[in-house]
Nanobody, 123 residues
Framework: QVQLVESGGGLVQAGGSLRLSCAASGRTFSSYAMGWFRQAPGKEREFLVGISGGGGRTYYADSVKGRFTISRDNAKSTADLQMNTLKPDDTAVYYC????????????????WGQGTQVTVSS
């Protein structure tokens, strides 16, 4: 069982940066692949980035490639999302997820979810 807590959301101007952090409970964090998703009002949950348990493999959605970077620190049981050059279209609730069975890109592949953190990008 893994519990996830996101932090670091907030209000930022277009072109700015934010760093989200996902803190996980449990002693086997390194065995869990992680992902970040977002969901804007009226839209489906969207895959952003994924990272394997050891951190050696990463996966990015085209919409954030080159702007967002995922990293993890297994010693601290955290997975961070660095977001640069933010746009108003990036406004959404951001979720971290853990435990992939299947495709990294599908939200249904993940077993555990955080409660989400709001990111608002003003123009």
């Amino acid at each position: 069982q893994v519990q996830l807590v996101e932090s670091g959301g907030g209000l930022v101007q277009a072109g700015g940066s934010l760093r989200l952090s996902c803190a996980a409970s449990g002693r086997t964090f390194s065995s869990y692949a992680m992902g970040w998703f977002r969901q804007a009002p009226g839209k489906e949950r969207e895959f952003l980035v994924g990272i394997s348990g050891g951190g050696g493999r990463t996966y990015y959605a085209d919409s954030v490639k080159g702007r967002f970077t995922i990293s993890r620190d297994n010693a601290k049981s955290t997975a961070d999302l660095q977001m640069n050059t933010l746009k108003p279209d990036d406004t959404a609730v951001y979720y971290c997820a853990a435990g992939v069975s299947g495709s990294y890109y599908s939200p249904t592949s993940y077993h555990y979810w955080g409660q989400g953190t709001q990111v608002t990008v003003s123009s």
